[in-house]
Nanobody
Framework: QRQLVESGGSMVRVGDSLRLSCKVSGRTFSNNALGWFRQPAGKEREFVASVGWKGSIKRYADSVKGRFTISRDNAKNTMSLQMDSLGPDDTGVYYC????????????????WGLGTQVTVSS
């Protein structure tokens, strides 16, 4: 049973905003850090943002700082990524992920991945 399911991906224009959601089901990740990664076509998957289990520790890739905001609601088992001022470099498949650690996430600490949701930013 898939435990992380992303939604909200779409095709938008440069400068638009988009909100991605990740629904956690099957088990709880309330004690684990959650995060978003993305993979542009033909490139490696890269870290985008993460949020610790309490929701207070947040990290962002330099490329999205000031434009993206990550949040989580443990009561609803959901995580969101608000993306503003989108540009063509934000295009890619966005993946929701859960870490084995409580405060941080990296590709090496991920224990569960979602299937991804496509975000396309056109000029």
């Amino acid at each position: 049973q898939r435990q992380l399911v992303e939604s909200g991906g779409s095709m938008v224009r440069v400068g638009d905003s988009l909100r991605l959601s990740c629904k956690v089901s099957g088990r709880t990740f309330s004690n684990n850090a959650l995060g978003w990664f993305r993979q542009p076509a033909g490139k490696e998957r890269e870290f985008v943002a993460s949020v610790g289990w309490k929701g207070s520790i947040k990290r962002y890739a330099d490329s999205v700082k000031g434009r993206f905001t990550i949040s989580r609601d443990n009561a609803k088992n959901t995580m969101s990524l608000q993306m503003d001022s989108l540009g063509p470099d934000d295009t890619g498949v966005y993946y929701c992920a859960a870490s084995r650690h409580a405060a941080a996430i990296s590709a090496d600490t991920v224990t569960s991945w979602g299937l991804g949701t496509q975000v396309t930013v056109s000029s």
